[in-house]
């Protein structure tokens, strides 16, 4: 066991406070990461807060996050004590299933799906031989820390020439927004739309420009038009019906990045037929029910969550190819709970990141 600090929350209507712990010492196939960076994702706020209804506490968030390999179990080969690397979503899953064969682990059938890098497993994963749980508490505890434990096979190698701070949100966002696009095939040439242009939006953007597509974004926030045409996209504001209505039939593919329950129809009826809108940011039920512009043009309204490790790798190394990367701010540790207000408003387009050597003031004051 190590020492280790990060920051957790203690009940659903709890700020975020520097709690200490153990991390487990890297078991044979695991590596042990110093935390540099951690990104700060729409989902950490709605887990802290209890909004999927199974949050255990403390809770202590964190999915995007870049460190350096401390430490390397005697059966690594992967990774070396010095890299750099990342961590995402998961941290492990069951291997076992047929997902899991593909290489599509974020898609395990397991019990207990796969390993989220925090809040999980509600009960756990796996057994170590002795029964206990291998992750040795009730929840795991993410990158919002000293310090993370991982299976190599789940941990990422960050590109020299990616900035770490910028390469963490790749590990969420990016992922998020690149597995749909590679899935439905989104080629050189094809008309894509982006609905929402928050930090998904603005790396959905981005990497789909990437990939050669023509991308058009669309908001509801006029503050937002100056940003989004610096991407070099069109951008549409969703109040000019005008527009909305003349972009009918034309998309080869639509990614929604919307994070709560919102009306789907209007980017539907912009599918060319056979096309596909796919939904990342929202799990809730969606506004429309209307199933019309669906038949009449054989569209698909699909889902999409996350990414594989391969595609979370393949994303990161497009980013460095292309010099892409989202746009953020990055805040010490001690700013988090403010940084949380500005992304539930939607005020923020880029991404927080945490600098983690913040935290040796909270270590030196424990
Ligand atoms: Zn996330
Ligand atoms: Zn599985």
């Known amino acids: 066991m190590t020492k280790a600090i990060g920051y957790a929350a203690q009940h659903s209507y709890s700020r975020l406070k520097p709690i200490s712990f153990e ?83 974020n898609y395990c059938e397991g019990p207990n799906s796969w390993l989220a890098t925090y809040n999980g497993p509600m009960v756990p994963a796996k057994m170590s031989p002795d029964g206990s749980n291998m992750y040795g508490r009730d929840n795991t505890y993410g990158g919002y820390s000293s310090s993370v434990v991982v299976p190599e096979d789940f941990v990422l190698k960050i590109p020299a020439s990616l900035k770490p701070e910028v390469a963490a949100p790749i590990l969420c966002a990016g992922v998020t927004t690149y597995s749909p696009m590679t899935h439905w095939g989104v080629k050189a040439g094809d008309k894509v739309g982006i609905v929402g242009f928050g930090g998904l939006g603005d790396m959905a953007a981005k990497i789909a420009k990437a990939m050669g597509a023509e991308v058009t974004l669309f908001t509801t926030t006029a503050e937002k038009l100056d940003e989004a ?60 029910e209307n199933n019309q512009e669906r038949v009449m043009h054989r569209k698909s309204v699909a889902g999409s969550l996350i990414g594989s490790i391969a595609e979370t790798q393949a994303v990161l190394d497009l980013c460095a190819e292309h010099g892409i990367g989202p746009d953020i701010q990055v805040i010490p540790i001690q700013e988090i709970n403010k940084a949380y207000k500005h992304v539930e408003k939607g005020e923020v387009r880029f991404r927080y990141v945490i600098d983690m050597a913040s935290l040796k003031q909270d270590e030196e004051a424990a």
Not at 53 to 70: A, K, Q
Not at 254 to 261: A, D, G, H, Q
Not at 271 to 280: E, I, N, Q, Y
């Open 229 to 288: 045409q610096r991407l070099g996209v069109t951008v549409v504001l969703q109040s000019d019906k005008k527009t909305m209505t003349s972009l009918a039939n034309s998309f080869d593919f639509m990614l929604s990045t919307i994070p709560e329950k919102h009306d789907v129809n209007p980017f539907v009826q912009m599918l060319k037929r056979d096309c596909t809108l796919a939904v990342v940011g929202a799990i809730e039920p969606l506004a429309s």
């Open 23 to 105: 991390r487990d010492d890297p078991k044979a196939n695991e590596v042990e990461i110093e935390v540099l960076f951690c990104g700060v994702c729409h989902s950490d706020i709605h887990q802290v807060k209890n909004e999927w209804s199974n949050t255990v506490y403390p809770c202590m968030p964190g999915h995007e996050i870049v460190g350096r390999v401390t430490r390397a179990g005697t059966g690594v080969s992967r990774h070396a004590v010095g890299d750099l690397v990342g961590v995402g979503c998961m941290i492990d899953s069951c291997r076992e299933c047929e997902p899991c064969h593909a290489h599509e682990e």
